[in-house]
């Protein structure tokens, strides 16, 4: 196995680090996973149960290139089968690899309260920690939380969005707003109009917005090229120094 990290084809990062792989469905959201799918079909990846990934630990330390960097894409790291012990181990190295951007995206913003955050005086600014929602109740739910963290780096991905969501409440506080509707065989829809709201609420916080993909009046999946305008951070593969 390689010891530096493998790239990925998530657009708003350079680098997968695939610490954990496999998770439980938790909310609606979850019923197409593309994760899962992937991780059916290719049972070499680590199978859909929840499996850790110690000898993974080291990758960024030998990553040289400064990357922005998804942690475990294929899962989620705050998931209950992973021991607080190895998610404080996981945000420890990336909080020591200040060259590189982590990205933590969960549905599980509770546990890294509860497991994390208050392990932390000063939280890594190389950090950005997401929860992912897809409809009101679980904007609700989650984005109170991550705010309770008190990390200063914080975003929200809205993708698969399933019916109009407000993040008004609270986007003086989020640095980060990405949206996108769910792709795949049995996608559900997504109207662009519930798209373009949540776009006008950033905009109007001053904050920066990130639509991955949308589908247009005849059902065709659209994928939009990222541009560093949309990022609060840069991407090695623009050539960051």
């Not at 850790?52 to 960097?69: A, F, G, N």
């Not at 990405?178 to 373009?196: F, I, M």
């Amino acid at each position: 196995m390689s010891n530096t990290l493998p790239y990925t084809k998530i657009p708003y990062a350079d680098r997968a680090w695939h610490v954990t792989t496999g998770c439980t469905p938790c909310s609606a959201g979850c019923d197409h996973c593309w994760a899962q799918a992937m991780l059916r079909r290719f049972p070499a990846m680590g199978g859909t149960k929840v499996k850790i990934w110690p000898e993974r630990l080291s990758q960024p330390e030998h990553t040289r290139k400064p990357s922005v960097i998804f942690v475990a894409p294929m899962g989620d790291l705050f998931h209950e089968d992973v021991s607080e012990f190895f998610m404080r181990q996981v945000v420890a190295m990336a909080a020591y690899c200040r060259a590189h951007t982590f990205l933590f995206l969960t549905k599980r913003p509770l546990r890294f309260m509860r497991g994390v955050a208050d392990h932390y005086r000063c939280p890594p600014r190389n950090i950005w920690l997401g929860c992912s929602v897809e409809d009101q109740a679980t904007a609700d739910e989650r984005v109170p939380l991550l705010l309770e963290s008190g990390w200063p780096n914080l975003w929200v991905s809205a993708e698969p969005l399933l019916e109009p969501v407000s993040l008004s409440p609270w986007l003086d506080r989020i640095g980060w707003v990405v949206t996108g509707c769910e792709s795949g065989a049995g996608a559900r829809p997504c109207v662009d109009r519930w798209l373009y709201k949540l776009m006008k609420q950033s905009q109007g916080s001053g904050i920066p917005h990130y639509e991955k993909q949308w589908r247009g009046t005849t059902g065709q999946l659209y994928k939009r090229d990222p541009r560093p305008q949309d990022l609060p951070f840069r991407l090695a593969k623009w050539g960051a120094e």
